[in-house]
C-alpha cells in the first residue's frame, strides 16, 4: 500500500463516524490455551459476559448479520452504534459455553461454520501442533531443527510454523504437518456436530454462516477449487439446516478482488478478519471486523 493510500484510510477512520463494530471470536472456553497464538482465539464464558454489558452500558444495539447488512447498504447513521458477535470455524464450545451467555441477554449472535469441522474431516493443525509443542524440548519440521525446550522457545516455534502454513499454502505442507503431529495428537478441541448447529439454527438469535469447506487461504486457489469451496460448504450447510445461507467469512480473513468476484455469485455479505469498526467506505464483500481478545 503507498503513502496516499495509507493517509487515506488513516483519515477515514478519524473522519468517517462508524456505524458499530462486527466483533470476531472463535472459541468461548473455561480453559485458554497455553501457547500465545491459540490463546488469543479463546476468551471465557466470564469475558463474553463482561463483554456483552459493557456494549449494553454503552447504548450499543445488539444486531444479527442480516440487519449489519441493511446498515451496509442503507448507509444511514443510527444515533446507536451496533455490535454484531461473530465466531468461525464452528468449534463445540460455541453451543456449550457461549450459546447459554447470548441466550441470557438476548443478544444475536453468527456462527461462519467450516463444513469439514462437523464432518470430522478437519485437520485442526494449531491445536494438534501446540501438543506438539508442549510435550518436546526439540522440533525437526521440513529440515530445519527448532528449540522448544521453554514456553519463550515454543510460542517462536508455533509463530514460524504457522508463518511457513500460511506463506506456503500448500497441501504438502500441510501433510508433512499432520505427519509431524500425528503420533502425539489428543484431539481435546471438539468441533460442532450437525445436530448442534441445527439446533441453533433454529434459534432466532442464531444465524449460520459459511467459512468454506476446508478453510484453505483463497487466494491462492484457481476459480475453479474456489467456486467448489464456496458452493459445497453452503449446500451442505443448507441441505443440514434446512435454511438459505447468505453470509460468509474469509478463511484467515485472506482476500483479493478476484475471491470477492466468486462470493457475489453465492453470498450477500462476506467480513474481514480485521479492519476494526464498520464504515461507510464498507462493500457488502469487505466488511470490517475485529478481534475481541481477552489477556
Not at 244 to 272: C, I, K
Given at each position: 500500500?503507498?503513502?496516499?493510500?495509507?493517509?487515506?484510510?488513516k483519515?477515514?477512520k478519524?473522519?468517517?463516524?462508524?456505524?458499530?463494530?462486527?466483533?470476531?471470536?472463535?472459541?468461548?472456553?473455561?480453559e485458554?490455551?497455553?501457547?500465545?497464538?491459540?490463546?488469543?482465539?479463546?476468551?471465557t464464558p466470564?469475558?463474553?459476559?463482561?463483554t456483552?454489558?459493557?456494549?449494553?452500558?454503552?447504548?450499543?444495539?445488539?444486531?444479527s448479520?442480516?440487519?449489519?447488512?441493511?446498515q451496509?447498504?442503507?448507509?444511514n447513521?443510527?444515533?446507536?452504534?451496533?455490535?454484531?458477535?461473530?465466531f468461525?470455524?464452528?468449534?463445540?464450545?460455541?453451543?456449550?459455553?457461549?450459546?447459554?451467555?447470548?441466550?441470557?441477554?438476548g443478544?444475536?449472535?453468527?456462527i461462519?461454520?467450516?463444513?469439514?469441522?462437523?464432518?470430522?474431516?478437519a485437520?485442526?493443525w494449531w491445536y494438534?501442533?501446540q501438543?506438539?509443542?508442549?510435550e518436546?524440548?526439540?522440533?525437526?519440521?521440513k529440515?530445519?531443527?527448532?528449540?522448544?525446550?521453554?514456553?519463550?522457545n515454543k510460542?517462536?516455534?508455533?509463530k514460524?510454523?504457522?508463518?511457513?502454513?500460511?506463506?506456503?499454502g500448500?497441501?504438502?505442507?500441510?501433510?508433512?504437518l499432520?505427519l509431524?503431529v500425528?503420533?502425539?495428537?489428543?484431539?481435546?478441541?471438539?468441533?460442532?456436530?450437525?445436530?448442534?448447529?441445527?439446533?441453533?439454527?433454529?434459534?432466532?438469535?442464531?444465524?449460520?454462516?459459511?467459512?468454506?469447506?476446508?478453510?484453505p487461504?483463497?487466494?491462492?486457489l484457481s476459480?475453479?477449487?474456489?467456486?467448489?469451496?464456496?458452493?459445497?460448504?453452503?449446500?451442505?450447510?443448507?441441505?443440514?439446516i434446512e435454511?438459505?445461507?447468505?453470509?460468509?467469512?474469509?478463511?484467515y480473513?485472506?482476500?483479493?478482488?478476484?475471491?470477492?468476484r466468486?462470493?457475489m455469485?453465492?453470498?450477500?455479505?462476506?467480513?474481514?478478519?480485521?479492519?476494526g469498526?464498520?464504515?461507510?467506505h464498507?462493500?457488502?464483500y469487505?466488511?470490517n471486523r475485529k478481534?475481541?481478545t481477552?489477556?
Amino acid at each position: 500500500m503507498n503513502l496516499f493510500l495509507k493517509v487515506k484510510n488513516k483519515m477515514r477512520k478519524v473522519f468517517i463516524r462508524p456505524y458499530g463494530e462486527i466483533l470476531m471470536l472463535h472459541r468461548v472456553t473455561q480453559e485458554r490455551s497455553k501457547l500465545e497464538d491459540n490463546r488469543k482465539m479463546e476468551i471465557t464464558p466470564a469475558f463474553l459476559e463482561h463483554t456483552i454489558l459493557n456494549y449494553k452500558s454503552a447504548g450499543y444495539r445488539f444486531v444479527s448479520l442480516d440487519e449489519v447488512q441493511q446498515q451496509v447498504e442503507s448507509r444511514n447513521h443510527c444515533r446507536n452504534k451496533f455490535v454484531c458477535f461473530t465466531f468461525d470455524d464452528g468449534y463445540a464450545d460455541n453451543y456449550e459455553f457461549a450459546y447459554p451467555v447470548f441466550k441470557k441477554y438476548g443478544c444475536p449472535f453468527a456462527i461462519y461454520v467450516t463444513t469439514d469441522f462437523p464432518d470430522h474431516k478437519a485437520f485442526l493443525w494449531w491445536y494438534d501442533l501446540q501438543d506438539v509443542l508442549l510435550e518436546n524440548e526439540k522440533l525437526r519440521f521440513k529440515g530445519i531443527e527448532y528449540n522448544c525446550s521453554d514456553l519463550k522457545n515454543k510460542n517462536q516455534t508455533f509463530k514460524k510454523i504457522k508463518e511457513e502454513v500460511f506463506s506456503s499454502g500448500t497441501e504438502m505442507t500441510l501433510k508433512k504437518l499432520e505427519l509431524l503431529v500425528k503420533k502425539n495428537v489428543r484431539h481435546n478441541v471438539k468441533a460442532l456436530s450437525w445436530e448442534q448447529i441445527s439446533f441453533l439454527a433454529a434459534d432466532p438469535l442464531c444465524t449460520i454462516g459459511a467459512h468454506t469447506v476446508s478453510h484453505p487461504s483463497l487466494p491462492l486457489l484457481s476459480d475453479e477449487i474456489i467456486r467448489k469451496e464456496l458452493l459445497e460448504g453452503k449446500k451442505k450447510i443448507e441441505d443440514k439446516i434446512e435454511k438459505p445461507v447468505r453470509h460468509f467469512a474469509y478463511p484467515y480473513g485472506n482476500w483479493d478482488d478476484r475471491v470477492a468476484r466468486l462470493v457475489m455469485e453465492q453470498y450477500s455479505t462476506a467480513v474481514l478478519a480485521w479492519g476494526g469498526a464498520v464504515r461507510e467506505h464498507n462493500t457488502l464483500y469487505r466488511i470490517n471486523r475485529k478481534e475481541l481478545t481477552e489477556k
